[in-house]
């Protein structure tokens, strides 16, 4: 979602400003909710998978277990 943070505001400005265009910013976003939805029902995905996925890339080695650190209380 930051990328269509800083995306949307660039597309209107380079779109209204250096090709000299006419487009409201609410159309700017508009044109842009299909592909949010799409990004965040992806992220929703893999978010789900990867719950399956890492534990057996940790058992097979390809992906390192998680290590602990200790937290030193002298620094």
């Keep these: 979602m930051?990328?269509?943070a800083i995306g949307i505001p660039y597309f209107y400005a380079i779109y209204n400003f250096y090709l000299g265009k006419s487009l409201p910013f609410t159309a700017s976003v508009t044109m842009m909710?299909?592909?949010m939805v799409k990004d965040l029902v992806l992220a929703f995905i893999v978010a789900l998978t990867s719950r399956r996925v890492l534990p057996i890339l940790r058992r097979t080695g390809i992906v390192p277990p998680p290590t602990l650190r200790k937290i030193d209380a002298h620094t």
């Design 33 to 35: 909710i299909p592909y």
């Design 2 to 4: 930051i990328t269509y």
